[in-house]
């Protein structure tokens, strides 16, 4: 590996450890050969999921993902050298053979993020969650086994990480006047859109995000079924999804406040994901 690449990929590392903890923790459980790519794949997940915390303007936000794009297309190669996660992106593309149509599913679920549209139905979060988490996992799963496409697993397995995680910044999208959960679960149980950007915790509202938390551990249950069928290399792909279980049961506590962020602390996360990697079923319980 020439230097320049070296210093791409240690930025890559740097990045997703301050950034992203939790993932970075999960690929220390992988084959240190892998972990190069795994942490570029991170690292790029990490420079479009927070483009709307950087860009002021939903078409600043456009314009950036629109580069990656052009990256994925060969249209920005003299610039590629200059951006340390393009750079290192790129080298794992072509060392692993990753689609680029998968990570351009990635870009395409992030462009929902840069205004306030709302999410219209259930199938249209499921949609999103297929891109912007499913499928993440299913590029590290093929980092980390050749090219193996764990196929349903990472749907479900994606379905739940996504639905858990935006029910735990609830708070935080709402303050912003953005609402994941669907119009249709909202409908269905009285509530309004506007109670949840004005931070009312109505009863209907609670009823509405407990049915999302329903369809989170319906993917958790699904891919814990498929989990056998799965080489036991692309363990560390799924292990993100260990967090799922123990916030879902936060949320479900009597007097559960959606508008307080969910806390676990970071010993009991770091030890989560270390026993779900020593007991995979774990992953999903």
């Known amino acids: 590996m020439t230097e320049p690449m070296h210093d791409a990929f240690a930025h890559c590392e740097g990045l ?12 220390l459980f992988a084959p240190a050969e892998h972990r190069p790519a795994l942490l570029a794949v991170y690292a790029f997940n990490l420079e479009i999921a927070r483009v709307r ?22 249209e920005e190669r003299g610039e590629v050298a200059a951006h340390p996660v393009a750079a290192a992106l790129l080298a794992s593309v072509a060392g692993y053979r990753l689609a680029p149509e998968r990570l ?9 993020d840069l205004d306030n549209e709302p999410m219209r139905s259930l199938a249209d979060l499921e949609a999103y969650a297929e891109g912007a988490s499913a499928g993440l996992i299913a590029l590290a ?15 479900h397995a994606g379905l739940a990480h996504a639905f858990v995680g ?13 609402v994941f959960v669907p119009l249709d679960i909202l409908a269905r149980h009285g509530a309004a859109r506007e109670d949840a950007v004005a931070g009312q915790a109505t009863p209907q509202l609670h009823a509405a995000l407990a049915e999302l938390r329903l369809h989170a551990r319906r993917h958790l249950r699904a891919a814990e079924q498929l989990l056998a ?42 030890l989560r994901i270390w026993r779900a990697a020593r007991w995979p079923r774990r992953i999903f319980r």
């Open 16 to 27: 997703v450890r301050a950034a992203d903890r939790d993932r970075f923790l999960t690929t």
């Open 53 to 74: 915390e950087v860009v002021h303007e939903p078409l600043a936000g456009e314009i950036r993902l629109q580069w990656w794009s052009d990256v994925f297309d060969g």
């Open 104 to 112: 351009k599913a990635l870009l395409a679920a992030r462009r929902f």
């Open 141 to 155: 799963a093929q980092v980390l086994a050749g090219g193996f496409d764990i196929g349903a697993l990472s749907h």
């Open 166 to 178: 935006l029910l735990a910044a609830f708070p935080i999208h709402a303050a912003r006047g953005k």
């Open 229 to 270: 069928a799965a080489p036991p290399t692309v363990i560390p792909a799924l292990l993100p999804v260990a967090l799922a279980g123990p916030t879902l049961a936060r949320m479900e506590r009597r007097g559960y406040d959606p508008f307080r962020p969910i806390e676990i602390a970071p010993w009991r996360r770091q």
